[in-house]
């Protein structure tokens, strides 16, 4: 049986308009308000969510545009940018050039946005350069760290201990799921490079070449691909994958590149899985009940 993600493409439909809506109102909300720390975790997880969704099916642009959204929004959100209208005003930017970038993974057309300026733009921005980082006078306003937000309810369970850091989100889970469900083979692949290996990139795109040669569609990789092709990395990484190739084949497959000192793919199910949700942070700690007050003595 041949996978086909494209039989996922309703849910992505969905799941794609809700977290842009989301992002929509949420920097409505910023912008009225511009302390409003809640409204920036919210659009950094509908980023975060959006961005998965796109690395799942293939759209590289969306991918990319979320990641790097994610990067200025985590600095906003941990008080290592200050929220004013430049930054503002280039969220909203981007929101518009992510809104036809979906449009078109979902139309299957090319709109030609520029993507390069402003990525470039946001980069900057996240870095404290370029025109969006310079506060205008008497507007800035400083943002206070998120503090932590429970997992949604049916969270929990951890999981097997390799796939720990490997938590899907909402969407991935339910591919999986899905997947589980028609029989198909899911598969935990970790990759160990030579320790002399000079070119990691290469042999990272070999591998994701022969893994479309061997019928496995990536659902998640530890580091994300964007890292493994600017080689952000040590020697190893990991993959999710999704594939009707026994394990067996798809290990031989891998292990005939040059440079690569080990190869282990081990069949998983869904429920092997972290049962929480990619972005979403830890619960935060209960307050401490208050104490009762300390009986006065009785006057002499």
Excluded: W
Excluded at 70 to 91: C, F, P, S
């Amino acid at each position: 049986m041949d996978i086909d993600l494209s039989q996922y493409m309703g849910m992505y439909v969905d799941g794609s308009r809700e977290n842009l809506d989301l992002m929509d109102k949420q920097l409505l909300a910023l912008e009225d308000d511009p302390s409003n720390v809640e409204s920036i975790g919210e659009i950094f997880r509908a980023a975060h969510t959006l961005k998965g969704m796109s690395a799942t099916m293939g759209f590289e642009k969306v991918a990319h545009l979320t990641h790097e959204m994610e990067n200025i929004l985590d600095k906003l959100r941990n008080k290592q940018l200050e929220v004013h209208q430049g930054i503002i005003d280039l969220l909203f930017e981007t929101f518009d050039v992510l809104r036809v970038l979906v449009n078109d993974s979902i139309s299957a057309t090319d709109s030609n946005v520029d993507l390069e300026t402003i990525s470039k733009k946001i980069s900057e921005a996240a870095a404290g350069q370029g025109a969006a980082a310079r506060k205008p006078e008497a507007q800035t306003i400083q943002s206070q760290p998120v503090a932590p937000t429970a997992a949604p309810a049916g969270a929990g369970g951890t999981g097997k201990p390799e796939l720990a850091d490997m938590a899907m989100n909402e969407f991935e889970m339910q591919v999986l799921l899905e997947a589980a469900q028609h029989q198909a083979n899911i598969y935990y692949m970790k990759v160990q490079l030579v320790p002399d290996c000079l070119l990691k990139a290469p042999r990272a795109f070999m591998v994701a070449r022969n893994l479309e040669e061997l019928s496995c569609d990536i659902i998640k990789s530890v580091p994300e691909t964007k890292d493994l092709e600017e080689e952000k990395f040590d020697l190893s990484f990991r993959m999710i994958l999704l594939s009707s190739t026994p394990a067996a084949d798809v290990q031989k497959g891998i292990e005939s590149i040059s440079e690569i000192e080990k190869v282990t793919v081990t069949p998983v199910t869904p429920d092997d899985f972290p049962r929480k949700f990619a972005g979403d942070a830890p619960a935060a700690p209960a307050p401490a009940p208050p104490q009762p007050p300390e009986p006065t003595p009785a006057p002499p």
